[in-house]
């Protein structure tokens, strides 16, 4: 029997430099299919998606709600022509009513104990519309991603160095923001995997790593010991915030420790004091700017921008606050008549799609794309995103030339150009 998986491309952010990860989700799920299924992954954000494929069963992997257009009208084309159309991933738990319009099968939540079900279901002549969990998985039930499933030296490289490998080490988040869609998809307990799983998977990943767990700062004796067994592995990583404790950085950075994406909504001393500590300690910060909360007004971004030129961050990527379905904001922004669009293809976090408190819309739309460009007016993203590569690739060279290994081969670009 084989299936192919399918992950939908979705519009990216104009401004952003653009670099193409290894998805993690349509691998974790292929890695939840019994084991003598053959499986196929194609991820449409760097490759065509071959319609006609022989496959006795179709997934679709939707991570993010401004895939979900795409994802369903792949769905309809493939079952139009007569093949059996799962959908899975993040989205359809978000966007569960809709995407059974769109599907034979809906898996809602992890996929981690349904899939074998649905295979044999789908063998016998019964597959049913929904596959739900009715509870979190165990951590310790999580197999290893199918990484070998997808061609990172072709399609995930940038001059012939390998990408980040995306890797989770745990699910769930105590913490409950309002613009989060987390403690709706992943629980409100910090859910831990076995360490010497992680370590396992993490021997099968490249030098380079994306740790996706939602929060490690909410659990700072894990961060401890994670960083902890990481310290030697020679890895460089990219997180979520960490912990500013002395001992965390300290253990943060011999371990490893690349830049953190950080949250910023407001002016204040901790965050500049936040920046400055993960700077001492080499750590370098992408700031994930979130535009359009009620306090916000048009005078308050402008200075907001100056403040975040001044805090020294590497890198900056802007975006619009958005009422993902299932999240504290939606529900708020709903009961109060500001929700203006609920078409999903703008649901991409740089398109105004609610009604701001102290600005219209049009206003809100202008000043960010004004965020970016003031913030960039010296240096590009672009720039700005070599200077947080070149570090690690200069530190890669010398290892190889260290150790006589060879150096990449400069081929398969995913930014399109061909290398010197
Ligand atoms: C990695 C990641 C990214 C990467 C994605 C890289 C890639 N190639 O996929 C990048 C950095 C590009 C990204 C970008 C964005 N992200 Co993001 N991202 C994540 C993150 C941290 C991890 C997702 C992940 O890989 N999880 C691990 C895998 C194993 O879990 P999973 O996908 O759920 O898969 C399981 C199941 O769903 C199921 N499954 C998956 N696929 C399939 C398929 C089938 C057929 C089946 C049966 C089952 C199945 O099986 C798996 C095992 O159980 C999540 C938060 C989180 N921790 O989940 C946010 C998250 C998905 N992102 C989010 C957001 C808001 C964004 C942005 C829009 C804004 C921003 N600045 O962050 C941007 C996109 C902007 C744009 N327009 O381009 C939101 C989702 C909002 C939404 N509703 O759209 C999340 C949930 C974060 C949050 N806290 O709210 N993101
Ligand atoms: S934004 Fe981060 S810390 Fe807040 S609830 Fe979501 S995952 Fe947790």
């Not at 279901?121 to 049913?128: A, H, V, Y």
């Not at 596959?131 to 995930?156: C, G, I, N, Q, S």
């Not at 996706?212 to 960083?227: A, H, I, M, R």
């Not at 703008?346 to 408190?357: E, I, S, T």
Request: with cysteine.
């Amino acid at each position: 029997m084989h299936v192919h998986i399918i992950y939908p491309t979705w519009p990216k952010l104009p401004h952003q430099t653009r670099f193409d990860l290894p998805p993690l989700g349509p691998l974790q799920a292929a890695a939840c299919l019994p084991d003598d299924i053959d499986v196929t992954v194609t991820d449409e954000n760097v490759q065509p998606v071959d319609l006609d494929r022989p496959a006795d069963l179709v997934g679709i992997s939707m991570m993010l709600t401004c895939q979900t257009p795409r994802g369903f009208a792949l769905a309809d084309e493939l079952r139009a022509r007569g093949r059996t159309v799962v959908l899975g991933g993040l989205a359809v738990a978000l966007h569960e009513d809709e995407a059974r319009g769109h599907a034979d099968a809906i898996v809602v939540g992890e996929a981690e104990g349904q899939l074998e079900r649905l295979v044999r279901d789908f063998r016998e002549g019964r597959l049913q519309p929904v596959y739900r969990r009715t509870e979190f998985a165990d951590m310790a039930d999580v197999p290893d991603p199918r990484r070998e499933l997808l061609d990172k030296r072709r399609f995930y490289s940038h001059k012939g160095w390998e990408l980040v490998d995306l890797v989770e080490t745990s699910r769930g988040c105590r913490f409950s923001c309002a613009p989060c869609c987390t403690p709706f998809l992943g629980g409100r307990t910090h859910r831990i995997r076995p360490l010497d799983r992680v370590l396992g998977d993490l021997a099968r990943c490249s030098r380079l790593l994306f740790l996706v767990d939602n929060s490690l700062e909410q659990d700072v004796g894990y961060q401890k010991t994670l960083f902890g067994a990481m310290a030697g592995l020679g890895k460089r990583w990219v997180s979520h915030p960490i912990s500013v404790e002395p001992e965390v950085l300290r253990l943060a950075r011999d371990a490893g420790a690349w830049y953190v994406y950080h949250a910023i909504f407001t002016v204040s001393d901790k965050i500049r004091d936040r920046v400055r500590m993960l700077h001492d300690h080499g750590i370098m910060v992408e700031g994930t700017i979130l535009l359009g909360l009620d306090e916000h007004d048009e005078d308050f971004l402008k200075r907001f921008i100056d403040f975040l030129l001044t805090i020294e961050l590497d890198v900056a990527e802007f975006t619009v606050l958005t009422p993902f379905p299932h999240t504290e904001s939606a529900r708020r922004l709903e009961a109060e008549g500001r929700i203006l669009s609920r078409d999903w293809s703008l649901y991409d976090a740089g398109h105004v799609v609610f009604r701001p408190r102290r600005m219209t819309p049009d206003t809100l739309q202008r000043l960010y794309e004004e965020a970016w460009r003031t913030f960039h007016a010296e240096q590009s993203q672009t720039l700005r995103m070599s200077k947080l590569l070149l570090p690690v690739l200069r530190e890669d060279r010398a290892r190889r030339r260290a150790s006589g290994e060879a150096p990449p081969p400069n081929e398969g670009n995913n930014d399109g150009s061909v290398a010197r």
